[in-house]
């Protein structure tokens, strides 16, 4: 392709280039009703429960029991799953964590009287830091409250530690660094640890180690309650899952350990031994999957029996629950009911906040009357719960209790009813425990519907902008600067007078808004003012709503997430959804007017297809979906390192990624310019060492080189990952910032000394400068995703070119057919007419949309909060670092939607060339024809375009995810299925949003400039 310089050479272009900064104003605001619709909603949604700040105290002993010992060892091993020490674990046992940590049950069955052994139910989410609040406290979390595991502040409420405090106990502490977060004063002796370097297995154990045994074999026994917190199984389980050598190893310790306290114990020590949450089969947590839910807890008193076996506890206060694979049924009880439970033991007043029941065996057998023990015990913990919830009536949150008051009342009236016999009784107090815990679960799930409505509103209302705006600016083309200017000028006019009447209405209103304050007022009616003069002053057809050629597909994926079934399985519905996104165009393709353009289109849609059904078999597995689903991302479900196959394809993708990019520019002669040092010197190496540091991380995981080895490694695994990053980042945005354009000049004298100047990469002029932008953050996320993840992030890339040619063909076969029927065919030699074409069509960005949620889903995610990868936080440094950790962490998790963002401008970029002549292009600006042309005018305005359908696709996914939440809010699934996947959806679409203003705003505006500027031409004359 041959293009011609002005005289004047690089020459500034006559028209300005307000058009990106109004287009990124634009997007700008889009995402601002997006946030704000998110914030109201979320606020109506997630609810935090009111924590109380009243004391459990009484002088004269009434509320508590004459201790059975004077001190306690709490041991917790962090993740220790039931079945790790059941009785009877599931069969066919493990050999790695089954019948290895043997000494709990062994004292189980060899001291019957002095040991018990539970299955404990810990609360959803599954993480630390709920579980240490819910131990201590006796409460429960909230869905939301998971957010507060990487930060979590000091626990103000009534505990067991400021119960030992008042009662001038003294307590130690060892382990888990957590603890000292939520607890920073309460003990006298602290050695904490830091608990989230996962790849760290044995730091803080030994440490715990190191400080436990002095203290146990100190014979003045200077502690009255002792804290150590484990954590080597937990990380265990992070790092290479439950079936691993390193996990037999682990619970082996455990297990030397446990025999050596039981050694050291006296008679005025309990031993409370407990998992303060499971994991799944990879050896994740953080959800509500049985295997997550199924703690451990062992209770042992080495001399003085807890209970007496033979006495007789009505089968109405006990419960039993079988475990996953196992065919006998084992006591269960709820994780909290420990807290009561030790209370009394220790002769402590049970904690203000607490609704966890007593353990009926350990008041049982103490004086051979059970009746009269237990019955004591369960009305002390029964008046201690009924006090909080009358507490909890009367406080500005009491409301939430008005549809379980009159089933607390009575239930509450029969424990109180004293003709009951003495087993009825007994079974009445523990019921009203159970109703008061069910009520709170349901109570602790109440929802703001104000808030939620509006979010909606505003949600919905985002959406419809966006559609309107995309609708207008295709329409305008060339003209849109003037249309935009306009409307943005009324939006912030609009969104001036909202904040001023929000401010008025919370002002004159406020009794009549519960849960709303200023704030809310005003990011409701700000944004909502301003889209209404937006709205008013554009026009909309019907025709402009049916979302032309792909209705049905984004409206089908938006109505799939009312059901629990179809988002269990959106893994799959989104690869039947891309895989028939390209159908239209694979046809489309045989109506080629070329033979060329027919192979070309049908071809790399071929490709497109191919490279998506092989995408699709790299899968991790929702709880839900059962045995209909199996684990290939991972070598098998239980073990989390990268399959065979991977690890041999592992470093020739990293290769050959790179030199395919070079291919495809190849084809528009513009691996020239930046291309030609970019790609091997800049990406390909980043690629490498990506790869490199995994492939280290798995051979030092599999103890391939020993682990003396193992701090050497880790040093070259973090400055190897440390490249990866900088060599992109800087020396690639340097770079590309620098001289972004794939171009080559070409002087040649003809005969007569008539020079002519040839552009080599003429016709990819923004395209190919734009991927190598894209290619920035495609090495990123390449090195913060795992071995499996990098080959389906490289077949993404191949995916996501080969529909770059196939928009290519069919656009130059529609501009073809299109010349060919008009009454003018010789108007195919004029290369103006075949590169200008139809503005970007909602179609073509249906594809790269639902390739972002098909990248999600293959590189190891899914809609739960167990599959995050979490030791890609010690990515760049080996222990959690700020902000490197939360960075990596998420760009593996949301890598794909930032690419996908970023990626979908190159639908008006790619193989568009500058326009070189003056007047407007065809069926792109209006009739005038004496107006200058800016060479990027046509580029800069459909990028806008593109960004505002991708917008509008991740937009309408969020609307749907919100509205089934809101919907659904009462199903029994919401927090296992529906809330999660509105979470993602709104980070999904954060992200979206977030890149493609960085796109837009950074890479089409520089690449614009710099073509702009080296193309310019005035009209002539």
Same mark, same amino acid.
């Given at each position: ?6 005289? &004047?050479?690089?020459?500034? +272009? ?234 037999? /190893? ?245 969104? /001036? ?113 191919? +490279? ?16 209909? +689903? ?71 995981? &599999? ?149 972002? @949620? ?18 890609? /936080? ?88 919100? @509205? ?37 705003? @950074? ?19």
């Amino acid at each position: 392709m041959r293009g011609y310089l002005s005289k &004047a050479g690089a020459q500034t +272009c006559a028209r300005p280039t307000i058009m990106v900064s109004n287009g990124v104003l634009l997007l700008g605001w889009i995402f601002f009703l997006h946030i704000a619709g998110l914030y109201l909603f979320t606020g109506g949604f997630l609810l935090t429960r009111l924590s109380l700040p009243d004391t459990s105290f009484c002088s004269d002993g009434s509320c508590t029991l004459p201790p059975t010992h004077k001190r306690a060892v709490l041991l917790i091993i962090d993740a220790l799953r039931f079945d790790f020490l059941s009785p009877h674990p599931p069969d066919p046992p493990s050999p790695y964590h089954h019948n290895v940590l043997t000494l709990p049950r062994e004292l189980f069955e060899t001291q019957p009287g002095h040991s018990l052994l539970f299955n404990a139910y810990a609360d959803p989410p599954t993480t630390t830091l709920q579980r240490i609040k819910g131990i201590t406290t006796g409460s429960l979390p909230t869905f939301v409250d998971i957010g507060n595991n990487f930060g979590g502040s000091s626990i103000t409420e009534d505990s067991i530690m400021k119960q030992l405090k008042l009662a001038n106990k003294s307590s130690a502490f060892m382990g888990d660094d957590t603890w000292m977060s939520v607890f920073p004063d309460s003990f006298e002796a602290t050695f904490p640890f830091d608990s989230f370097n996962v790849e760290d297995l044995h730091t803080v154990d030994e440490g715990v180690i190191r400080h436990l045994f002095p203290l146990l074999e100190d014979g003045d026994k200077p502690f009255d309650f002792l804290v150590g917190h484990f954590l080597g199984v937990d990380h265990v389980g992070h790092r290479v899952g439950p079936d691993h050598p390193n996990m037999k /190893a682990k619970l082996q310790q455990m297990n030397d350990v446990l025999r050596r306290v039981v050694k050291l114990l006296d008679e005025e020590t309990l031993l409370v031994v407990l998992g303060d949450h499971g994991m799944d089969r990879s050896g994740d947590h953080g959800g509500d999957g049985d295997l997550e839910t199924s703690a451990s807890l062992w209770i042992y008193s080495k001399t003085r029996p807890l209970y007496d076996p033979a006495a007789n506890i009505p089968s109405g206060l006990l419960q039993y629950k079988t475990f996953p694979g196992e065919s006998i049924p084992h006591r269960s009880i709820q994780q909290i009911d420990i807290l009561p439970t030790m209370s009394l033991l220790l002769g402590l007043p049970i904690p203000f906040n607490n609704l966890g029941t007593v353990i009926p065996e350990l008041f049982a057998g103490r004086d051979r009357s059970p009746g009269n023990l237990l019955t004591r015990a369960l009305e002390i913990n029964m008046a201690q719960i009924k006090s909080f919830l009358d507490t909890y009536r009367s406080s500005p949150s009491g409301g939430e209790l008005d549809d379980a008051w009159q089933g607390l009342q009575s239930a509450w009236t029969a424990a109180q009813t004293v003709s009951l016999s003495k087993d009825a009784q007994l079974i009445a107090l523990s019921n009203y425990a159970r109703v008061a815990l069910s009520a709170c679960r349901a109570m602790w799930a109440q929802f703001n519907p104000i808030l939620m409505a509006l979010g909606l509103m505003l949600l919905g209302i985002g959406l419809i902008t966006a559609w309107v705006a995309y609708s207008n600016l295709s329409k305008q083309g060339l003209n849109s600067e003037e249309w935009l200017s306009f409307r943005l000028s009324l939006v912030l006019r609009g969104g /001036a007078a909202g904040a001023v009447v929000g401010l008025g209405v919370s002002l004159a209103f406020q009794n009549y808004l519960p849960g709303m304050d200023s704030l809310d007022c005003i990011l409701f009616a700000a944004p909502f003012y301003s889209s209404i003069p937006f709205l008013f002053s554009s026009s909309l057809n019907l025709s402009d709503i049916t979302l032309k050629a792909f209705p049905i597909l984004l409206v089908l994926h938006a109505l799939s997430f009312l059901s629990n079934s179809f988002t269990f399985w959106e893994d799959r519905i989104v690869t039947f959804l891309l895989v028939t996104s390209i159908v239209p165009s694979f046809i489309a393709g045989f109506s080629a007017p070329t033979d060329r353009l027919r192979k070309r289109i049908i071809g790399f849609s071929i490709l497109f297809a191919a +490279c998506i059904r092989l995408m699709s078999i790299s899968t991790v597995c929702r709880e839900e979906q059962g045995s209909y +689903c199996h684990v290939t991302f991972y070598s098998s479900s239980s073990v989390p390192s990268p399959p065979v196959l991977v690890l041999a394809l592992a470093i020739p993708t990293a290769i050959v990624v790179p030199l395919v990019l070079q291919q495809f520019l190849r084809v528009s002669r513009s691996d020239v310019g930046l291309a030609k040092t970019f790609i091997p010197v800049i990406l390909l190496p980043s690629l490498a060492a990506g790869t490199f540091y995994w492939m280290l991380e798995w051979l030092e995981s &599999a103890t391939t080189f020993g682990g003396d080895n193992a701090p050497l490694i880790r040093l070259a695994r973090t400055w190897i990952a440390r490249v990866a990053f900088v060599l992109p980042v800087l020396g690639g945005g340097m770079l590309w910032w620098t001289v972004p354009l794939c171009l080559d000049i070409s002087v040649e004298t003809e005969p007569g000394e008539k020079r002519q100047v040839t552009v080599i990469g003429f016709a990819n002029a923004f395209g190919s400068p734009y991927i190598l932008f894209w290619s920035i953050a495609f090495s990123l996320v390449f090195t913060s995703t795992q071995l499996t993840g990098q080959i389906t992030l490289g077949l993404a890339a191949v995916a996501l070119l080969a529909y770059l040619e196939v928009i290519d063909g069919v656009r130059d076969a529609k501009a073809m057919n299109r010349v060919l029927l008009s009454d003018k065919p010789s108007q195919l030699l004029d290369s103006n007419i075949m590169l200008s074409s139809p503005s970007v069509q909602f179609s073509d960005i249906v594809p790269i949309a639902l390739l972002g @949620l098909q990248t999600f889903y293959a590189t190891g995610h899914q809609s739960v909060i167990s599959s995050i990868q979490w030791k890609t /936080a010690f990515l760049l440094t080996p222990t959690v670092t700020y902000p490197t950790s939360p960075m990596t962490v998420v760009l593996n998790s949301l890598g794909p939607f930032i690419l996908v963002g970023l990626g979908v401008p190159l639908v008006a970029l790619w193989n568009r060339a500058p326009l070189l002549v003056s007047g407007t292009p065809p069926e792109v600006g209006t009739a005038e024809s004496k107006k200058e042309i800016a060479p990027d005018a046509q580029v800069r305005v459909e990028s806008i375009v593109a960004a505002l359908g991708m917008m509008i696709y991740y937009a309408s996914l969020l609307f749907g995810t919100a @509205l089934s939440a809101a919907i659904l809010r009462r199903h029994l699934m919401v927090w296992k299925v529906f809330a999660p996947r509105f979470m993602a959806g709104a980070l999904e679409l954060i992200f979206v949003d977030a890149a493609v203003l960085l796109g837009v705003g @950074l890479g089409v505006d520089r690449i614009a400039r710099r073509v702009g500027a080296m193309f310019s031409i005035r009209q002539k004359s």
